[in-house]
């Protein structure tokens, strides 16, 4: 089955700087993958999505690179905001189901 | 929230016992599912469904069941909980097997 390694496991940065989250997929035939950002206690929320014919999507300060020949993804969140601080996830979809990372937990230091 | 609730909101039980867990969708999206989160792993994929009556099970199904016999509800049993069944038990619904998912609220049970 596919299987998706997250990394970093933490990460913090200052306010301002940027934030970068890998991953990397074993399944060869995945072909969405979607970024999730979860706040303490809430319920996960997509931010953004990639498919397999696009290399790159961004959306304000949110962007998403997709290496399909690595097989690696990573999430870019630029000028990061205190409100970014989050545990973040990403997955990758083989047809049937996600597949998840472990999740990165970001802390953004004013 | 994309219409999506689940119940009950949080569950103590003990072992031994059975307890299903309900999730609802106003949305009339084909597939449903059911995931657990765990400090440590992620989101893992207990069971999914695609359609009325149409189940398959996922990454870690060993001692749960579930049951669609509509569409908008999808309902995940545990027939008899165990303590390592304690988790923070997330549904999802979407309109294809690799299109968005959205998590409804989450359902945090406790096993003692």
């Known amino acids: 089955g596919e299987n998706v390694e997250q990394h970093p496991s933490t990460l913090s940065v200052q306010e301002g700087d940027s934030a970068v989250i890998k991953c990397t997929y074993s399944?060869?035939?995945?072909?969405?993958f979607p970024w999730y950002k979860q706040e303490l206690g809430k319920r996960p929320q997509l931010i953004i999505d990639?498919?397999?014919?696009?290399g790159e999507k961004k959306d304000q300060r949110i962007a998403v690179t997709l290496n399909k020949t690595a097989k690696h993804f990573s999430l870019h969140i630029t000028e990061t905001q205190p409100e970014d601080s989050a545990v973040y996830f990403c997955a990758a979809s083989n047809g049937y189901a996600l597949n998840f990372g472990k999740g990165t937990s970001l802390l953004v230091t004013p | 929230d994309a219409g999506i609730t689940q119940s009950p909101r949080h569950k103590v039980t003990e072992t031994g016992t059975p307890v299903t867990l309900r999730c609802h969708q106003t949305?009339?999206?084909?597939?449903m599912y059911w995931y657990r989160q765990d400090p440590g792993h992620g989101l893992r994929l207990i069971h999914y469904s695609y359609g009325v009556k149409d189940t398959d099970k996922g990454e870690v199904s060993d001692g749960y069941s579930v049951s669609r016999s509509k569409t908008e509800d999808f309902l995940l049993t545990l027939e008899s909980a165990t303590s390592s069944q304690t988790s923070v038990y997330f549904c999802?619904?979407?309109?294809?097997?690799?299109?968005?998912?959205?998590f409804g609220p989450g359902t945090r049970l406790t096993v003692l």
């Open positions: 949305e009339n999206h084909r597939y």
């Open positions: 990639i498919r397999s014919n696009v």
């Open positions: 999802a619904i979407s309109t294809g097997s690799d299109n968005e998912q959205f």
């Open positions: 399944d060869s035939a995945s072909n969405y």
